[in-house]
């Protein structure tokens, strides 16, 4: 029994460990993703974002930048597809209507 509670507040550890990096990095692709929408940049942005999205988990955040993006790029159908998972990320997390009105938005503009 002992071993077991050593085992498992040791993989709490290393699983904490293991975790802690993804949460900076998502923040890490968001500042960068957002200096370069401020330049315009829209095709950095998405190569920014998909980077991450490949081994990371995703955001209402990053795939309503990531949908923007894409929109600014004329890829409508994938603009569409990132501003559905950011209204269904947003919905999961507990309603986020800025994220949910803004990807909203980019659906209506790329029918």
């Known amino acids: 029994m002992e071993f077991?509670?050593?085992?498992r507040r040791g993989l709490g550890a290393v699983t904490?460990?293991?975790l802690a990096p993804?949460?900076?990095?998502?923040?890490d692709a968001l500042a960068t993703a957002k200096e370069l929408?401020?330049?315009?940049?829209?095709?950095?942005v998405a190569?920014?974002?998909?980077?991450h999205l490949r081994f990371h988990p995703s955001s209402a955040a990053l795939d309503d930048l990531l949908a923007q993006?894409?929109?600014?790029?004329?890829?409508?159908d994938v603009a569409r597809e990132a501003a559905t998972k950011t209204i269904e990320i947003a919905k999961a997390a507990g309603g986020?209507?800025?994220?949910?009105k803004a990807a909203q938005a980019i659906?209506?503009?790329?029918k």
């Not at 993804?22 to 923040?27: L, M, R, V, Y």
């Not at 993006?69 to 409508?76: D, H, Q, S, T, W």
């Open 4 to 7: 077991a509670v050593r085992l």
């Open 16 to 18: 904490l460990a293991v």
């Open 22 to 27: 993804w949460a900076g990095a998502a923040g």
């Open 37 to 44: 929408a401020a330049a315009q940049k829209w095709s950095e």
């Open 47 to 51: 190569a920014t974002i998909e980077e």
């Open 69 to 76: 993006a894409f929109a600014k790029l004329g890829r409508k």
């Open 96 to 100: 986020d209507a800025d994220y949910e």
């Open 107 to 110: 659906l209506n503009a790329n």
